[in-house]
């Protein structure tokens, strides 16, 4: 239970509160993310390790459209945030489409390395070809929906939530759940789950399994770009090279939740941003990355099967 | 007696060969299947008999060779115009070997079981009769878009899977069990449920590999009947490999024997029971009098 002790030295509680709504809120932008790893190495049984950066590059998208919008248009904030989002969705999931095309699909019947180095290869692409058409710096956008609600006052320290972090949690949870009916209750969901457990077999029953892997890396793309937009909203800011270490805590996200387990990368986001600013706020935020990569290192050496993951299922 | 294989075959089969490497395991077979008959494939272990059926399926390209298949007519004239063509099929006649396996599956309704059962053991039995719907339903979910908007068109899609999923579930005395994991369902469900799923595909030529394999006697009665009574509805013609010689010999119109990948025998199950070739394939010597070959072709040999 947690128990608002307010005056207390320090307000220690409220302290806790606080970073926790920001735990939440990144941790959700980890979340989806992680969705697009887990799915992806689900179907197709390989980390893509270009996730990371088709997150940074769809948070640039988002970035260009938000600008030309607001500043040479002059849209209001709301509508432009939605469009950029839209957009980023749309041209991201493109992307994706194009990345698997040319450089995994060719290479899945290869040996196991082959396309992990395809992808290690298109990460590098993606991030030096970001550096290269934007500039290596930070760019940032100005900042939207600044108010927040008090939610402890009087304390030594107020607890606030703002407009953004309601909205991230909220678009994050609505996406969710559509993602999980997709999963569960159509063909597409169907067709996915059964080239997991057995592709050749899915193929003989009429499931089009070039085309199911493709619309994996879509939807994985449209999510991470969803995240992207998010990203810049909370944080102002994005440059080139921001897709290496949220990708890698997405990544270990997904690891720590079962890689493969859909719910597995949502709670293993939530954990992972809960870890960082928590550690961040008590210990040292110089190294709140080795906080989560840590979590990555113990969870593959003790628990390799992650949180909600199921012990490998043998693939035919 | 006029044969439906040469008057009206719903499968054709020329020349083919499959090689890997050295291995030849498929030499230069060529049969047809009937329409409306329960087709027979049988030889001894490592005779092609499997292989054939990859090659059907679409799960090896064959080395040489032509499969054609047609829910209407196989008109000769047509297959050679195909034949020349580059393209895979005509609307009615198919090329199979210029097909990958879910064109195979959705576009020339072939659906085949496996040996060793491959089942999707992590989803439910009614869900993995689903998948073979998939043809259907994903045309009315429009990339899911449907789906989520709940549209009428995709309930209605939806509903008519589910209804007919749950009568093949019915048909096989599983429908109590139809939210379990198919994993967890007995050997002989399994089997049952496989069959199911391929039928959900409404296919014009079932492909079943040893059905019958692993299953007790009163499974393996119930299995023809089974067999027959979708043999009697006239939708779906059956190619069937098959170990258990009464079962070969209760339900096969046509018997097709392989050894080690050619074609020694073909005819009614009577001729090909008498035939020297396949008693001595099966003996492995000439010695056609040897009373345990005239037993298991005789279909009473304990399996």
């Known amino acids: ?316 | 007696m006029s044969a439906r294989w040469i008057d009206d075959p719903i499968l054709r089969v020329d020349h083919l060969t499959m090689r890997f490497g050295g291995l030849t395991a498929v030499n230069d077979v060529s049969f047809s299947a009937g329409r409306g008959d329960v087709t027979a494939l049988i030889g001894p272990n490592g005779a092609g008999k499997t292989t054939l059926f990859n090659c059907l399926t679409g799960f090896y390209k064959p080395t040489s060779g032509r499969i054609a298949f047609s829910s209407g007519r196989l008109d000769d004239a047509r297959i050679e115009k195909l034949t020349r063509s580059a393209r895979k099929h005509d609307g009615e006649i198919f090329l199979l070997e210029r097909m990958a396996d879910h064109e195979i599956a959705r576009q020339a309704r072939l659906a085949r079981t496996f040996q060793n059962i491959r089942l999707f053991p992590g989803m439910s039995a009614l869900e993995n009769l689903m998948i073979a719907q998939g043809r259907e339903l994903s045309r009315a979910a429009f990339f899911s878009i449907a789906g989520l908007l709940g549209l009428p068109a995709w309930r209605r899609a939806e509903q008519a899977a589910v209804d007919q999923a749950t009568a093949w579930l019915e048909r096989i005395g599983l429908r109590h069990r139809a939210n379990d994991p198919a994993g967890s369902l007995p050997y002989g469900d399994q089997r049952r449920l496989e069959i199911a799923r391929a039928m959900c595909l409404r296919p014009t030529l079932l492909c079943l590999d040893e059905p019958a394999a692993g299953l007790n006697a009163a499974e393996s009665h119930g299995l023809a009947e089974l067999l027959r009574a979708i043999r009697d509805e006239g939708e779906t013609s059956i190619l069937l490999i098959e170990h258990d010689m009464s079962v070969v010999m209760r339900i096969s119109d046509h018997v097709v024997v392989l050894d080690y990948g050619q074609k020694i025998a073909d005819g009614a199950p009577r001729e090909v029971r008498e035939d020297p070739a396949v008693i001595a394939a099966y003996l492995g010597v000439e010695d056609p009098d040897e009373p345990a070959v005239e037993a298991v072709l005789a279909g009473n040999a304990p399996t």
């Open chain 1, 1 to 316: 239970m947690l128990a608002f002790r307010r005056g207390e030295s320090g307000g220690a509680m409220e302290v806790f509160l606080q970073q926790l709504i920001n735990g939440v809120t990144l941790g959700s932008i980890y979340g989806l993310i992680a969705i697009g790893y887990t799915m992806v190495y689900g179907i197709i049984g390989m980390v893509n390790f270009a996730h990371g950066d088709v997150f940074m590059l769809s948070a640039f998208i988002a970035l260009l459209i938000l600008l030309l919008l607001t500043q040479m248009l002059g849209l209001g904030a709301a509508p432009a945030f939605i469009v950029a989002m839209g957009a980023s969705m749309a041209l991201t999931a493109l992307w994706n489409y194009a990345i698997e095309r040319v450089a995994y699909r060719r290479l899945r019947g290869s040996f196991r390395l082959a396309p992990l180095i395809s992808a290690i290869g298109m990460s590098t692409f993606l991030a030096n070809f970001v550096t290269v058409t934007q500039g290596p710096n930070n760019k940032s956008i100005p900042p939207m929906w600044d108010q927040v609600i008090t939610l402890t006052s009087g304390g030594a320290y107020d607890v606030t939530l703002s407009y953004r972090q309601i909205l991230i949690v909220a678009v994050t949870g609505v996406l969710l759940a559509a993602f999980w009916f997709v999963v569960q209750k159509t063909p597409l969901g169907r067709a996915q789950r059964a080239c997991e457990q057995d592709a050749k077999m899915a193929a003989l029953l009429g499931v089009d399994v070039n085309r199911t892997v493709a619309l994996t890396f879509v939807i994985g793309a449209a999510l991470a770009a969803v995240a992207g937009s998010l990203y810049l909203l909370q944080y102002g800011v994005v440059k080139s090279t921001d897709g290496f270490v949220p990708g890698v805590k997405a990544f270990t996200a997904a690891v720590l939740g079962g890689i493969g387990s859909l719910p597995g990368a949502v709670l293993g986001g939530l954990l992972i941003g809960l870890i960082e600013t928590l550690w961040g706020q008590y210990f040292s935020s110089d190294y709140k990355d080795v906080a989560a990569f840590s979590v990555l290192a113990v969870t593959l050496i003790f628990m390799p099967s992650g949180l909600m993951g199921r012990p490998d299922v043998e693939k035919v």
